[in-house]
T-cell receptor, first 113, second 116 residues
Framework: AQSVAQPEDQVNVAEGNPLTVKCTYS??????LFWYVQYPNRGLQFLLK??????LVKGSYGFEAEFNKSQTSFHLKKPSALVSDSALYFC???????????FGGGTRVLVKP | EPEVTQTPSHQVTQMGQEVILRCVPI?????FYWYRQILGQKVEFLVS????????KSEIFDDQFSVERPDGSNFTLKIRSTKLEDSAMYFC??????????????FGPGTRLTVT
């Protein structure tokens, strides 16, 4: 069975400071990893993915994520957070042979001016 | 930019009634999905659909649920006899073809189903 853990329910950060949202996963075989963001009353918006290749992947809105196979982690990062980054962030995984996404519980990010 | 759309945005129904949630996936996508999110809980996979048949379903997707792609554009989720515990946000998603190497799923804005 595949699973995702997001250990922090909420992350608070000051605008301009670096932002990190943590994610660890468990899946059989090679993982396909994804980050999504959800703004109030909106759907899940795709941010970035890791499929293969470089461990550091870059995505939309200045976000990046680092895949660490030994630690089974895929933390989301942004060097300088904006107030508009305040939202709910979801990490998701699927196996290479699979189809469905398994989501973490989500981490609420609050960026204060 | 192409988007997944869902209607209605909010559906209120009485327990035991049938509901149909509608989705229009991105036009050239081939894989279709339904997920749900009960308030305060994780987003959960319900079913995936490819080549006019279900390719995978979860334990949640029992005989009360069905999916259909009645024409070239719509993808529907039907709940035959709703229960209180079916109250949730239901998300439709779609994904492109393997040939295009599109791995990410694109989600619609959701339909909030309230069963009273």
């Amino acid at each position: 069975a595949q699973s995702v853990a997001q250990p922090e329910d909420q992350v608070n950060v000051a605008e301009g400071n670096p932002l990190t949202v943590k994610c660890t996963y468990s899946v059989s075989g090679n993982p396909y990893l994804f980050w999504y963001v959800q703004y109030p009353n909106r759907g899940l918006q795709f941010l970035l993915k890791y499929i293969t290749g470089d461990n550091l992947v870059k995505g939309s809105y200045g976000f990046e994520a680092e895949f660490n196979k030994s630690q089974t982690s895929f933390h989301l990062k942004k060097p300088s957070a904006l107030v508009s980054d305040s939202a709910l962030y979801f990490c998701a995984v699927r196996g290479a042979a699979g189809n469905k996404l398994t989501f973490g519980g989500g981490t609420r990010v609050l960026v204060k001016p | 930019e192409p988007e997944v759309t869902q209607t209605p945005s909010h559906q209120v129904t009485q327990m035991g009634q049938e509901v149909i949630l509608r989705c229009v996936p991105i036009s050239n996508h081939l894989y279709f999905y339904w997920y749900r999110q009960i308030l305060g809980q994780k987003v959960e996979f319900l079913v995936s659909f490819y080549n006019n048949e279900i390719s995978e379903k979860s334990e949640i997707f029992d005989d009360q649920f069905s999916v259909e792609r009645p024409d070239g554009s719509n993808f529907t989720l039907k709940i035959r006899s709703t229960k209180l515990e079916d109250s949730a946000m239901y998300f439709c998603a779609s994904r492109g073809s393997r040939i295009g190497s599109s791995y990410e799923q694109y989600f619609g804005p959701g339909t909030r189903l309230t069963v009273t």
